[in-house]
Antibody, heavy 119, light 110 residues
Framework: QVQLQESGPGLVKPSETLSLTCTVSGGSVNSGSNYWTWIRQPPGKGLEWIGYIYYSGSTNYNPSLKSRVTISADTSKNQFSLTLSSVTAADTAVYYC???????????WGQGTLVSVSS | QSALTQPASVSGSPGQSISISCTGTSSDVGGYEHVSWFQQHPGKAPKLMIYDVSNRPSGVSNRFSGSKSGYTASLTISRLQAEDEATYYCNSYTSGFTLVFGGGTKLTVL
């Protein structure tokens, strides 16, 4: 089974850029027809799909975040990353990375990491 | 894209069956067979319970089943157990090649 672990700063200042990395073990980010996905959950609220990078390197993003989001992969480190620019308090959330064999079915999840946006 | 509509809460007694609905539009739930359901316990990552409307991943109890009619998908949990108490989320592929989640339904086992 694939294991995923998010890492990155737990606190980001407003207007700055949030950067998170997901380290993958038990699988490869550039093989297997996998969707490597970021999903977030504001405290006490529901899940929001951020986007994915497909094993081939193609990406797709939530239209509401598209102008601020980039998802990329580093195959040498078997990691994929999320950057979200110009953050505000509304971006405070637990951020999950996940893997799925289909776009709508992430089956392996990281434990999640809380990122707070505050000065 | 608008979130899919789920009831905020449902409840049932041990041994009973409950269903949770997930309503969308022709651009998401009604247009594709790519609806998934997730179970989330407090403080934990979501767990995939159903994918592609009615398929169960390996290891998920057969007490969990999914279906779809028109613009509404449903998750049914039979023979309710205390451990089923959690929040459940649906999602669907959309015509914009994106993914949208429902707002979540808190299941209380009485």
């Amino acid at each position: 089974q694939v294991q995923l672990q998010e890492s990155g700063p737990g606190l980001v200042k407003p207007s700055e850029t949030l950067s998170l990395t997901c380290t993958v073990s038990g699988g490869s980010v550039n093989s297997g027809s996998n969707y490597w996905t970021w999903i977030r959950q504001p405290p006490g609220k529901g899940l929001e799909w951020i986007g994915y990078i497909y094993y081939s390197g193609s990406t797709n993003y939530n239209p509401s975040l598209k102008s601020r989001v980039t998802i990329s992969a580093d195959t040498s480190k078997n990691q994929f990353s999320l950057t979200l620019s110009s953050v505000t308090a509304a971006d405070t959330a637990v951020y999950y990375c996940a893997r799925g064999g289909g776009m709508s079915r992430p089956s392996d999840w990281g434990q999640g990491t809380l990122v707070s946006v505050s000065s | 894209q608008s979130a899919l509509t789920q009831p905020a809460s449902v409840s049932g007694s041990p041994g009973q069956s409950i269903s949770i609905s997930c309503t969308g539009t022709s651009s998401d739930v009604g247009g594709y067979e790519h609806v998934s359901w997730f179970q989330q316990h407090p403080g934990k990552a979501p767990k995939l319970m159903i994918y592609d409307v009615s398929n169960r991943p390996s290891g998920v109890s057969n007490r969990f089943s999914g279906s779809k009619s028109g613009y509404t998908a449903s998750l049914t949990i039979s023979r309710l157990q205390a451990e089923d108490e959690a929040t459940y989320y649906c999602n669907s592929y959309t015509s914009g090649f994106t993914l949208v989640f429902g707002g979540g339904t808190k299941l209380t086992v009485l």
